[in-house]
């Protein structure tokens, strides 16, 4: 295997069909009762010298992706590449983007340069290569070391210095930091909480690192503390040719730091593309309410706010079809409508005792879901013709509504046995196709382009 | 419009082991009803310590309010929380001494009483401020049955049989395929009712029963209704305005006790320019029912009666204080002698006259104490209070669930019976404004409280606080370091700096045209999604060093050190805030005086 420093190759990092599951345990045996599907088949590609932002809500899983990147956790699927040439990256690449139908001489490549399928041991090396920066400065810290230990430890952890070099690189890290030598010999609480954050990113930076992890680096600051830690990790990334994935739920810290964005939500990459463009003509629903999201700091704007209703679905049993159909604002149909989506509607709906409109059908006894395309409904006595043309009817009234969206994905209304099937259309999840040249966007609403590569 | 809060001279000082720090230091604040404020300042500057002044809810000791006043609708806060009161006059009888202590029990009653009802707040974190062993709709139906008992009590007892009306909103329920106008149905019949919201659900949920076997059960649940125990609730009611009103009085009196530094403030030539029309002030001498203003003889007004060093007062006088008063009623001084009944004249002072005091409820005290000695022996019986609390509790839950939608809670119902872990941080927050709104506050003090949460859910909360604010009247001082939050949500904005009010103007005044370095340190550290004329990859302009340390603040201006317009005189002086054109105060030895002095 080649020694990743040598030759520095055009891609850093990639991911490739990236999936790690949790599982959630219960009972009285600790058994998995149910998966947590916390990054579902992730593909992201990170060139050098280049700042990817990775956007989202909590609980959208992109600080799980960063902590699979850095390797901080096993991936239950998929691989992370590192240091791949730009040739041998598009010779994987032309086999598709899943990483499933792969042959013999992909799979060959693949194992080269993952950094996920390496012994844990051998991967000590590369450690030091990428470097984490995280959320909290106040957590993040070893209160009872002091500062100039925190920062030298990387290099003696590594083997690359011996402890008075390290002490020495660790004043000139401090330096570079914005902080001054004399508090290298302080605690971490005698400091503000950009003072830490700076203590932090020295220690990040003090193996000499190429990829620098940052999870929310400032969302724990003030707003002019923010501007200076900001400025400092530009100045930074520009002098020692950083690159950065920046993991972060405010836009308008990616528009200032990153040159490509990716936005996720519930594990998975909705939209991806170049910032500019993305603050310019942003394509997916979500993305849009994101940026709406955004307080301008201008009272005498008064935008047209997208107000997200209600939270993130559990990512225990997301959404089937487009993982944010439920919250989005310009759903259609085809968008992956299930039958758990309108159970409760229905029972009420096809219910005589209830709804007035149905009052020709039998008593409804009991509604079943049955797999993510079909709704049974079982009456006390069998139904006949005449009742699933009753159903049929009021299934039309209502998808002729504008709440009933849901019913318009009701493909067929069928007759089994004396039961009454609602066949919904197939939910199928939207892939991530290139809409415009180097814009990707998964949602039903941009059509027609078949995928190509970049 | 009248202030609701008007704040004077606060300072607040913690005592450290490295010495005295004070944290605010002589903030003016006031809010007006229905006015969103907004706080804002870098971390360390003081802003949520002087909230928890005003809500009282410092931690003493290492905290101690050193001086101010504090004054909420016309009462003053702090009022027998200091030490030095020790006499408390009554309208009958000679004045009754009181140590020290037991006024402090007062303070503390009284404070007990306003929180909630009154003035109340929304912490930052809300898992930290969330009991994680008790459901959370228990938590906010707590803070109802402490604070609005009575109207709870004048619900149950205002219960009767259900209507043809009643059972044709049940109807509608049943039939409405809608989940939210379901909900919707089912409150209402629930408030009308007064049955339990989930046994209702159920009920509608049951598939498969005919529409009369229905209602046949919904009768039955209303027939199993707790009746009885009216005796309670009236008596739970008039024990409740008892107390009400024993504490307001109580506290009306301290207050008016403490109009001294007011009125000098208000009256005295040398300290409040727009009484130059008035003599010097000699002395002000505070009593139960009115204000003595004594006035010296000023040297040129040789037409005056003179007694002594001190005028004989005029009904011209007399008129001329009146006038004052009249003119500085729409400001601070306004809400806080809002009490001043008439203006009159005694031999050589003139006199303030306040309205009568809240009125008696009941002949004697005695009557209030024994309702007290008999509420204590019936709730010490634990098998007796948990019988006699029940239905409290149970109404307490449907408000709590009414309350519950109006945060825009989904199936508060369900919600309910959560713990907060359950939820997720725009719940936890929410299930946070509820409690505040329970006791409907005049005032909400909302520290930080989209500060943990994503954007998302924060456009989500301040949209809430918007819509509630239209709905229920009430003011906000709204806490925040990101200005941005600002512009979307406050009418004015006071910017705080190490322990100090550096900028307070009108919201569109401030962003369109900021005045004090700080603020406009302030305003362009701000990343927006907006390219505000930035090139993509420039540095942002930033404030340069840290807020300093309050145990030894710089001298002269606190901003100097980071300041780029600094220059000598603001290494020296400390700058004064001070009027800058009708609406606006600032404090900056770069804007002159003007002329004009310190607003009132």
Not at chain 1, 358 to 367: D, Q
């Amino acid at each position: 295997m080649p020694p990743p420093s040598k030759d520095r190759n055009e891609i850093l990092l990639a991911a490739r069909g990236l999936k790690k599951h949790f599982a959630v345990k219960g009972g009285l045996l600790q058994r998995a009762i149910a998966t947590v599907h916390a990054v579902d088949g992730v593909d992201l590609v990170i060139r050098r010298g280049e700042t990817v932002a990775l956007v989202g809500e909590s609980g959208c899983g992109k600080t799980t992706l960063g902590r699979l990147l850095l390797r901080l956790i096993e991936p239950t699927e998929g691989d992370v590449l590192f240091n791949v040439p730009e040739d041998v990256f598009e010779r994987m690449r032309a086999n598709g983007p899943a990483a499933t139908q792969d042959d013999g001489q992909t799979k060959e490549l693949i194992r080269q340069y993952s950094i996920t399928r390496r012994r844990r041991r051998s991967m000590k090396a590369l450690r030091r290569f990428m470097q984490p920066v995280f959320q909290d400065p106040f957590t993040s810290l070893d209160p009872r070391m002091l500062v100039k230990d925190i920062v030298a430890e990387p290099l003696l952890v590594s083997g690359l210095a011996t402890r008075p070099e390290a002490y020495e690189q660790g004043a000139r890290l401090l330096e570079e930091v914005g902080l001054r030598p004399e508090h290298l010999y302080r605690f971490p609480h005698e400091f503000s909480g950009g003072q830490r954050q700076r203590i932090a990113i020295a220690r990040a930076l003090a193996p000499e690192p190429e990829f620098l992890l940052l999870d929310e680096p400032t969302s724990a600051l003030d707003v002019s503390v923010q501007a200076q830690i900001l400025n400092l990790l530009k100045d930074i990334q520009r002098k020692q040719n950083l690159t950065y994935l920046l993991i972060t739920h405010n836009l308008s810290v990616v528009r200032h730091m990153a040159d490509r964005v990716a936005v996720m939500y519930l594990g998975r990459i909705l939209e991806r593309k170049r910032t500019a463009e993305l603050f310019s003509n942003p394509l997916h629903p979500y993305t849009k309410a994101l940026l709406s999201a955004v307080p301008v700091p201008d009272p005498k704007r008064r935008r047209e706010r997208i107000i997200l209703p209600g939270d993130v679905p559990s990512p225990i049993a997301p959404p089937a079809g487009c993982r944010f159909h439920t919250r989005c604002n310009a759903v259609l149909p085809h968008c992956g409508w299930s039958p758990r989506d309108i159970a409760a509607t229905a029972a009420h709906m096809f219910d005589p005792s209830r709804n007035p409109d149905a009052s020709e059908l039998p008593p409804l006894e009991e509604v079943t879901i049955r797999g993510d395309e079909v709704l049974l409904l079982r009456y006390r006595e069998p139904a006949t013709e005449s009742n699933r043309l009753g159903v049929e009817a009021l299934v039309k009234a209502r998808a002729e509504r504008p709440e009933g969206i849901a019913f318009r994905a009701i493909q067929y209304v069928r007759l089994d046995g004396g039961r009454i099937l609602l066949e919904f259309l197939p939910a199928k999840e939207p892939e991530l196709l290139e809409i415009v040249p180097h814009h990707f966007v998964a949602c039903y609403l941009y059509p027609g382009v078949t995928s190509a590569t970049n | 419009m009248e202030p609701i809060l008007v704040v004077r001279g606060l300072k607040t000082e913690f005592l450290t082991s490295r010495g005295l720090l004070r944290a605010v230091d002589d903030v003016d604040l006031q809010i007006r009803k229905g006015e969103v404020l907004g706080l804002v300042g870098e971390s360390g500057s003081g802003k949520t310590v002087t909230a928890l002044s005003i809500m009282y809810l410092l931690q003493q000791p290492p905290g101690r309010i050193a001086g101010g006043e504090i004054w909420f609708r016309g009462l003053n806060l702090l009022a027998g929380s200091d030490e030095d009161i020790r006499v408390v006059p009554r309208t009958v009888g000679p004045p009754k001494f009181l140590p020290a202590d037991d006024l402090l029990k007062q303070h503390r009653a009284r404070m007990n009483r306003v929180r909630g009802h009154g003035m109340s707040m929304i912490f930052q974190e809300p898992m930290s401020s969330l009991n994680p062993v008790l459901r959370v709709g228990y938590q906010v139906a707590e803070v109802l049955m402490f604070q609005r008992r009575q109207e709870i009590c004048d619900r149950l007892l205002s219960r009767r049989d259900l209507t043809d009306a009643d059972l044709g909103l049940f109807r509608q329920a049943v039939a409405s395929g809608e989940a939210s106008e379901r909900e919707r149905l089912v409150a209402e019949f629930c408030v009308r009712s007064g049955l339990r919201p989930e046994k209702i659900h159920a009920l509608i949920d049951a598939s498969g029963l005919p529409i009369d076997e229905r209602i046949a059960r919904v009768r039955r649940l209303a027939v199993r209704r707790r009746r009885g125990g009216g005796w309670w609730l009236r008596f739970l009611k008039r024990l409740d305005a008892m107390e009400e009103i024993h504490f307001t009085r109580e506290w009306e009196r301290l207050s008016r006790l403490s109009l001294g530094q007011p009125a000098v403030d208000l009256f005295d030539p040398k300290k409040n320019p727009r009484a130059k029309g008035l003599p010097p002030l000699a002395t002000v001498s505070p009593q139960p029912d009115a204000l003595r203003l004594y006035f010296h003889a000023a040297v040129g007004s040789g037409g005056d009666r003179r007694k002594g060093d001190l005028l004989v007062p005029s009904e011209d006088l007399r008129a001329r204080v009146e006038a004052h008063l009249r003119d500085s009623a729409s400001g601070v001084f306004g809400a806080i002698f809002g009490i001043v009944k008439s203006v009159g004249i005694t031999e050589d002072a003139i006199e303030l006259r306040y309205r009568e005091p809240a009125t008696d409820l009941f002949r004697t005290e005695t009557e209030l104490w024994s309702r007290r000695l008999l509420y204590r022996i019936a709730t010490s019986i634990p098998v007796l209070r948990s019988v006699l609390a029940r239905p409290i509790e149970e109404e307490a839950r449907r408000h709590v669930v009414e309350l519950f939608r109006l945060v825009r809670i989904p199936e508060p119902t369900k919600i309910y019976d959560e713990y907060p872990h359950e939820l997720s941080g725009g719940m936890q927050q929410r299930v946070m404004i509820a409690m505040a709104l329970a006791g409907e506050p005049a005032l909400m003090i909302a520290d930080e409280p989209t500060t943990a949460l994503d954007v998302t859910t924060q456009a989500q909360i301040l949209w809430l606080l918007k819509d509630l604010r239209t709905r229920i009247d009430s003011a906000i001082l709204y806490i925040t370091h990101d200005l941005a939050v600002i512009a979307e949500l406050s009418d004015r904005v006071a910017v705080m700096y190490a322990g100090k009010i550096v900028e307070a103007a009108p919201v569109a005044d401030l962003f369109a045209n900021p005045l004090h370095p700080y603020t406009q340190g302030l305003l362009q550290s701000i990343v927006s999604t907006e390219s505000q004329g930035l090139e993509p990859g420039a540095p942002l302009p930033t404030i340069p060093g840290v807020v300093p340390d309050l145990l030894a603040p710089p001298s002269g201006c606190r901003f100097h050190p980071r300041c780029k317009f600094a220059f000598d005189r603001c290494r020296v002086e400390e700058p004064k805030l001070l009027a800058h054109g009708p609406n606006r105060r600032v404090a900056c030895h770069l804007y002159p005086e003007e002329g004009a002095s310190a607003a009132a």
